[in-house]
């Protein structure tokens, strides 16, 4: 029984350490919980205040006889601050932690602003002038010039480093234009808005009948007290951005606020600038460049009613608006939005807690939807709009799937295929461009046979066994173990093995194959910062290269109007992760990458390389069928109990000494078994427990990891799981392991 609460007194992240401790009385026992706001008597004089509980506890470190007495649950009106509180305890609630950890994710830290210097370019001749210069730089096939000059031809300062860094264009051609006189650069302590005032344009588009319908019906929804949740369905270019902009703009005007998130990489400076020129100096940026006082006082700057719009990725959530009125959450499939630190919180379900909280309207977009979200558009929790229609022009590719099986028949070992390589050297004679896709997420060293396709999974998990050292394959859910065959258990052949291409091996390949071709490369490797990313881009822009082969990253952001060929090595690489979100992953790449070919005036074409042609996520990408691909994949998620259809909680037990951390997992998933007792079962509250097993990253900067999952029917159940871990935990503290909850997780840990 708990009998003592920490309880601070101010909402701040310096007050978190030195809580006050305080006796529960009698009448709040078992319903006093962390989270709750509570009223105290504090100081000398023992003024009633009000504090907030932040942990429970059976023993008090200090003195019995003087510790004070709770008075009573607060219950008066929420005010602002305090629903940042309240959202921290919905996090640590819902996906485990400390309110500590919790509260510092979503207060700011109050840190001094230091005055950053910036650079600014400020275009000093008129536009004809401009023009001559653009004109010039044309002749002289100067497209890096050419393009500094159309940005300064539609704005008149733009910040130095987005000219460096999202135009991809030199500091020599930036001075270069300095000389002629064309420019000049300024130094200035902060980032004005991009866009003078006095030029917020009415850059309005008439909306399509689909986008109309959409803006009246939330309007309505409005009108009549209920703001809902909806979600937006269109493919890229369909209008989805435009919509949000209307929606925005019809909030402000009720004198309320929104938060618009984006997957930190996909925000590009087009989309600002068209937020800029709506919205004026009413609209913030957040992103991860912004220094934590930078942070702190955007969150004043939204606090005081300074802004009414502030976009950013999923920490922009907590910026402490007096009156919110909306969330949208574009491309809300991405898996940035869910934190891969403690507490392990996604965007989506605390989007939808302060939404419902605070009264406002959630409002999600994509053009390949979570199972999570579109599951809630059946069972009405949500209602579905669609944009049906590309309004940028350009038209869908011509997608081939090529069943690399038979390629091998036909004695081609290559990890080109014949149709790929004929039409590479068509874009390479034409001088067209081309992007060749590797997907390597969640990649665990699958074992696969080249001759039938099949590969080794396991039998009660359905997901792909991970090789091993040692020629062991693993099941990284229940830890299920096999030798590693040698030959196929299917058809006998020889050629199984794992899967060995990476970008870099492509690289090689193309050269040997087409001597001479100029090629970028984009991974993890060649993307260590921000900024690199952006300078491969623009660099293929620019068409400084022929052929993009990269990662999964390669899918996302820029338009390439000059690309007509996408061709994806290995499909099966992403279908076969060892996660059961695996088909899912797969799609929605195929989706965007397929999409990536045809953006411009010509028509595309789009190669899809695969073991496994006949595999549903691959006819369903080639298709576009995103309807068909939800209903095959929903009923294979509710047959095996996975999220969205049922619920799973991952623990992960970190420690330096393997043994002793594989003893640790082993008590804790013991110990969840002790959870389903019969009265449970008799509820229909069963829980399953899968592992332990050794994670798929099993080591880590040298702890060792180990993870069990837990299945269950019901999210509140997992919620009731995890508390009856940590009250374990508490009364049973590990030696040097730590553990970390992860609930419906989304890549494998
Ligand atoms: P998405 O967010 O779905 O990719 P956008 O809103 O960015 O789509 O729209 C794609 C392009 O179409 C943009 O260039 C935008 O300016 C243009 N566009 C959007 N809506 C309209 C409209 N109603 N009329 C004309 N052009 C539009
Ligand atoms: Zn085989
Ligand atoms: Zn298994």
Same mark, same amino acid.
């Given at each position: 029984?708990?009998?003592?609460?920490?309880? /601070?007194?101010?909402?701040?992240?310096?007050?978190?350490?030195?809580?006050?401790?305080?006796?529960?009385?009698?009448?709040?026992?078992?319903?006093?919980?962390?989270?709750?706001?509570?009223?105290?008597?504090?100081?000398?004089?023992?003024?009633?205040?009000?504090?907030?509980?932040?942990?429970?506890?059976?023993?008090?470190?200090?003195?019995?006889?003087?510790?004070?007495?709770?008075?009573?649950?607060?219950?008066?009106?929420?005010?602002?601050?305090?629903?940042?509180?309240?959202?921290?305890?919905?996090?640590?609630?819902?996906?485990?932690?400390?309110?500590?950890?919790?509260?510092?994710?979503?207060?700011?830290?109050?840190?001094?602003?230091?005055?950053?210097?910036?650079?600014?370019?400020?275009?000093?001749?008129?536009?004809?002038?401009?023009?001559?210069?653009?004109?010039?730089?044309?002749?002289?096939?100067?497209?890096?010039?050419?393009?500094?000059?159309? !940005?300064?031809?539609?704005?008149?300062?733009?910040?130095?480093?987005?000219?460096?860094?999202?135009?991809?264009?030199?500091?020599?051609?930036?001075?270069?234009?300095?000389?002629?006189?064309?420019?000049?650069?300024?130094?200035?302590?902060?980032?004005?808005?991009?866009?003078?005032?006095?030029?917020?344009?009415?850059?309005?588009?008439?909306?399509?009948?689909?986008?109309?319908?959409?803006?009246?019906?939330?309007?309505?929804?409005?009108?009549?007290?209920?703001?809902?949740?909806?979600?937006?369905?269109?493919?890229?270019?369909?209008?989805?951005?435009?919509?949000?902009?209307?929606?925005?703009? =019809? *909030?402000?005007?009720?004198?309320?606020?929104?938060?618009?998130?984006?997957?930190?990489?996909?925000?590009?400076?087009?989309?600002?600038?068209?937020?800029?020129?709506?919205?004026? =100096?009413?609209?913030?940026?957040?992103?991860?460049?912004?220094?934590?006082?930078?942070?702190?006082?955007?969150?004043?700057?939204?606090?005081?009613?300074?802004?009414?719009?502030?976009?950013?990725?999923?920490? !922009?959530?907590?910026?402490?608006?007096?009156?919110?009125?909306?969330?949208?959450?574009?491309?809300?499939?991405?898996?940035?939005?869910?934190?891969?630190?403690?507490?392990?919180?996604?965007?989506?379900?605390?989007?939808?807690?302060?939404?419902?909280?605070?009264?406002?309207?959630?409002?999600?977009?994509?053009?390949?939807?979570?199972?999570?979200?579109?599951?809630?558009?059946?069972?009405?929790?949500?209602?579905?709009?669609?944009?049906?229609?590309?309004?940028?022009?350009?038209?869908?590719?011509?997608?081939?799937?090529?069943?690399?099986?038979?390629?091998?028949?036909?004695? =081609?070992?290559?990890?080109?295929?014949?149709?790929?390589?004929?039409?590479?050297?068509?874009?390479?004679?034409?001088?067209?461009?081309?992007?060749?896709?590797?997907?390597?997420?969640?990649?665990?060293?699958?074992?696969?046979?080249?001759?039938?396709?099949?590969?080794?999974?396991?039998?009660?998990?359905?997901?792909?066994?991970?090789?091993?050292?040692?020629?062991?394959?693993?099941?990284?859910?229940?830890?299920?173990?096999?030798?590693?065959?040698?030959?196929?258990?299917?058809?006998?052949?020889?050629?199984?093995?794992?899967?060995?291409?990476?970008?870099?091996?492509?690289?090689?390949?193309?050269?040997?194959?087409?001597?001479?071709?100029?090629?970028?490369?984009?991974?993890?490797?060649?993307?260590?910062?921000?900024?690199?990313?952006?300078?491969?881009?623009?660099?293929?822009?620019?068409?400084?290269?022929?052929?993009?082969?990269?990662?999964?990253?390669? *899918?996302?952001?820029?338009?390439?109007?000059?690309?007509?060929?996408?061709? *994806?090595?290995?499909?099966?690489?992403?279908?076969?992760?060892?996660?059961?979100?695996?088909?899912?992953?797969?799609?929605?790449?195929?989706?965007?990458?397929?999409?990536?070919?045809?953006?411009?005036?010509?028509?595309?074409?789009?190669?899809?390389?695969?073991?496994?042609?006949?595999?549903?996520?691959?006819?369903?990408?080639?298709?576009?069928?995103?309807?068909?691909?939800?209903?095959?994949?929903?009923?294979?998620?509710?047959?095996?109990?996975?999220?969205?259809?049922?619920?799973?909680?991952?623990?992960?037990?970190?420690?330096?000494?393997?043994?002793?951390?594989?003893?640790?997992?082993?008590?804790?998933?013991?110990?969840?078994?002790?959870?389903?007792?019969?009265?449970?079962?008799?509820?229909?509250?069963?829980?399953?427990?899968?592992?332990? !097993?050794?994670? *798929?990253?099993?080591?880590?900067?040298?702890?060792?990891?180990?993870?069990?999952?837990?299945?269950?029917?019901?999210?509140?159940?997992?919620?009731?799981?995890?508390?009856?871990?940590?009250?374990?935990?508490?009364?049973?503290?590990?030696?040097?392991?730590?553990?970390?909850?992860?609930?419906?997780?989304?890549?494998? /840990?």
């Amino acid at each position: 029984m708990y009998r003592y609460a920490d309880v /601070i007194i101010d909402i701040s992240l310096d007050k978190l350490d030195r809580p006050f401790s305080y006796r529960i009385p009698d009448k709040l026992m078992g319903c006093l919980e962390v989270g709750m706001r509570v009223l105290v008597p504090f100081g000398q004089g023992n003024t009633v205040r009000k504090g907030y509980c932040i942990a429970l506890s059976e023993d008090t470190a200090y003195d019995p006889s003087r510790v004070k007495e709770i008075i009573d649950i607060a219950k008066d009106a929420v005010s602002a601050t305090e629903r940042q509180f309240l959202l921290a305890a919905f996090i640590r609630k819902n996906y485990g932690g400390t309110m500590s950890q919790a509260l510092k994710v979503v207060l700011p830290a109050k840190t001094k602003v230091k005055k950053l210097v910036f650079r600014e370019v400020e275009r000093l001749m008129e536009r004809n002038e401009l023009i001559s210069l653009k004109g010039e730089a044309l002749r002289k096939h100067q497209t890096a010039k050419v393009k500094l000059l159309d !940005a300064l031809l539609e704005e008149e300062t733009i910040p130095y480093e987005w000219i460096t860094g999202k135009l991809g264009v030199s500091g020599t051609t930036i001075s270069s234009l300095e000389k002629a006189g064309a420019i000049k650069i300024n130094t200035v302590t902060q980032y004005r808005n991009p866009v003078k005032l006095g030029e917020v344009s009415e850059d309005r588009k008439h909306l399509s009948s689909e986008q109309q319908f959409i803006v009246d019906e939330v309007e309505k929804d409005f009108e009549s007290g209920k703001p809902g949740k909806y979600l937006i369905h269109g493919i890229t270019g369909s209008g989805k951005t435009e919509v949000y902009m209307s929606l925005i703009e =019809n *909030v402000v005007k009720r004198g309320k606020q929104a938060i618009f998130l984006i997957p930190e990489i996909a925000l590009t400076y087009q989309t600002l600038l068209r937020f800029y020129k709506r919205f004026g =100096n009413r609209v913030s940026v957040m992103n991860s460049t912004l220094s934590p006082g930078e942070k702190y006082d955007q969150c004043m700057r939204a606090a005081s009613g300074e802004i009414d719009i502030v976009i950013g990725p999923r920490s !922009a959530l907590f910026v402490p608006f007096k009156n919110l009125g909306m969330i949208v959450m574009d491309e809300e499939h991405e898996s940035s939005y869910k934190s891969e630190l403690t507490p392990k919180y996604h965007a989506l379900g605390v989007a939808k807690y302060l939404a419902e909280s605070s009264g406002a309207a959630l409002v999600l977009g994509s053009a390949t939807p979570s199972l999570e979200s579109y599951r809630m558009t059946k069972d009405g929790s949500m209602r579905l709009f669609k944009l049906t229609e590309r309004l940028t022009g350009g038209s869908l590719p011509n997608v081939t799937v090529v069943d690399m099986r038979s390629e091998l028949d036909a004695g =081609n070992k290559s990890v080109f295929s014949r149709k790929l390589r004929s039409l590479l050297q068509d874009r390479i004679t034409k001088g067209e461009q081309s992007m060749l896709f590797i997907n390597r997420r969640g990649y665990s060293g699958f074992i696969s046979c080249r001759s039938c396709g099949e590969v080794i999974k396991c039998p009660h998990c359905d997901v792909s066994l991970s090789e091993h050292k040692g020629g062991r394959l693993v099941c990284h859910y229940c830890g299920y173990e096999i030798r590693k065959p040698s030959l196929c258990p299917n058809c006998g052949s020889k050629y199984i093995a794992g899967f060995k291409a990476g970008t870099e091996q492509i690289e090689e390949l193309l050269q040997k194959e087409f001597p001479g071709v100029k090629t970028l490369r984009m991974d993890a490797d060649t993307t260590s910062t921000k900024e690199s990313y952006e300078k491969i881009l623009s660099a293929f822009a620019n068409e400084e290269a022929q052929i993009l082969v990269g990662t999964q990253m390669i *899918v996302k952001g820029h338009d390439f109007p000059k690309v007509t060929l996408v061709g *994806v090595i290995a499909a099966d690489m992403s279908l076969q992760s060892a996660s059961f979100r695996s088909a899912e992953r797969t799609f929605q790449l195929l989706t965007q990458a397929v999409g990536r070919a045809g953006r411009g005036e010509k028509p595309g074409e789009a190669i899809i390389q695969t073991y496994k042609p006949e595999h549903y996520a691959i006819g369903f990408a080639k298709y576009q069928d995103y309807e068909g691909f939800y209903d095959e994949e929903i009923a294979y998620r509710r047959m095996l109990g996975y999220p969205p259809e049922a619920h799973m909680l991952a623990v992960m037990v970190m420690g330096p000494s393997e043994e002793e951390t594989g003893k640790v997992a082993g008590r804790i998933a013991d110990n969840a078994r002790s959870f389903s007792t019969e009265a449970r079962a008799e509820k229909g509250q069963e829980i399953v427990v899968l592992g332990p !097993a050794s994670a *798929v990253i099993g080591r880590i900067k040298d702890l060792y990891r180990f993870a069990l999952y837990i299945k269950a029917e019901r999210y509140d159940i997992l919620v009731e799981v995890k508390d009856f871990l940590e009250k374990y935990l508490k009364d049973n503290p590990p030696g040097r392991e730590f553990i970390q909850f992860d609930f419906d997780p989304v890549n494998m /840990i």
